[in-house]
């Protein structure tokens, strides 16, 4: 038995050690900068159903095809690693599912909230959650799923099957992350998450950017990022958009993310959200900062390591009004720009 704790207490520092490796190895990069670790294909059997597709947006489409795999082989993912790049487990969506299985929130609903979607070795895309409950099913909530796959696509599954969904063409690492993000769009209830979602989501249109954004304010600005981002909306989402942004600037730095910062910043909820639009808001203020700054010379200002500090310290200086708040965040962001040399350094 000691040895068997012994070898289980060598398995968690293991464990911490990758885990901490992982996150060292993302200081610098964006949120969808990860570098993904694919392992060996799961066995997966096809069936006769026609082929599905999934959108990141309406111009960027994912052919998908069902699969039938083993329940063992699916591989979620809590801990904010690999593909998975969501903040917050939802322990009581896991439990209904397992407990309680409702085909009708998941079967025939289409887009992310259908079947699961799993990469090649397993990894979950979309349905994290999903996929853990169905792992866990209690006898009649097992019963019900394969009575309702076998009603709704006229499959029969073993006891141990599931049907998911799987990409049908390899994909980059950038659209598997990108197309994993996105998946939650509708369904977050953190900031750090929403941010990182509408990453994934516009990570396709912010390659198109400008360097160069044109505005004589900074709502004239967070509404051109959104007009750009979503060419085809006429009322685009400006928060959104610009959190995308904010989130593709805003690199990981000390082992911290963007996510992680603003789900712990220490404020009440109404303070917490005016702080993260006031900073969405300057996206594109940061962004002319960090590319060409056209007539004014100011090439390549690099902030993008420290808007991470620069909100966790905005946040922990909101103590005054309102008014004096803004007027210390204004300080700040004007005491970097004073201190960064011609290399985009702050000694």
Known sequence: EQLAMQARLEELKAKQASM????????????NERILE??????????????????????????????????????????????????????????????????????GRGG??????????????????????????SETSRKAYEEAIQKQYNIH?????????????????EKLI???????????????????????KYAKALKELPNHLEGESVD???????????????????LDCNLALLANLAKNSNNKSLGNVLNNLKLPLDEKNKLVEM?????????????????????????RP???DSIEASANGLNKTRAENFKVVGKDIANLIATTDSKGLNP
């Open 20 to 31: 901490q490796a992982q996150k060292e190895a993302l200081n610098g990069l964006s949120a």
């Open 38 to 107: 694919v392992g060996e294909p799961i066995k997966a059997k096809a069936t006769p159903l026609a082929d599905s597709s999934i959108s990141l947006q309406d111009n960027e489409i994912i052919p998908l095809e069902f699969k039938i795999i083993k329940s063992k082989d699916a591989k979620p993912n809590f801990e904010n690693t690999n593909l998975q790049g969501r903040l917050e487990t939802k322990q009581k969506t896991i439990q209904a599912i397992a407990n309680d299985f409702k085909p009708n929130l998941i079967l």
């Open 112 to 137: 992310f909230k259908d079947l699961p979607i799993l990469n090649i070795d397993g990894a979950v895309i979309s349905g994290n959650h999903r996929i853990k409950g169905m792992q866990d099913f």
């Open 157 to 173: 599954l073993e006891p141990d099957e599931l049907l998911v969904r799987m990409p049908k063409e390899a994909l980059s690492d």
């Open 178 to 200: 990108n197309l994993s993000l996105a998946s939650n769009v509708d369904n977050v209830d953190s900031l750090g998450d929403k941010a990182v979602i509408a990453l994934g």
């Open 220 to 238: 004239e600005l967070a509404y051109l990022v959104a007009r750009k981002l979503e060419k085809d909306n006429a009322y685009p989402d400006i």
């Open 279 to 303: 900073y969405a808001k300057n996206a594109g203020a940061f962004h002319n900062l960090v590319n060409d700054f056209g007539e004014y010379g100011a090439h390549k200002l690099e902030i």
């Open 306 to 308: 420290y808007l991470l």
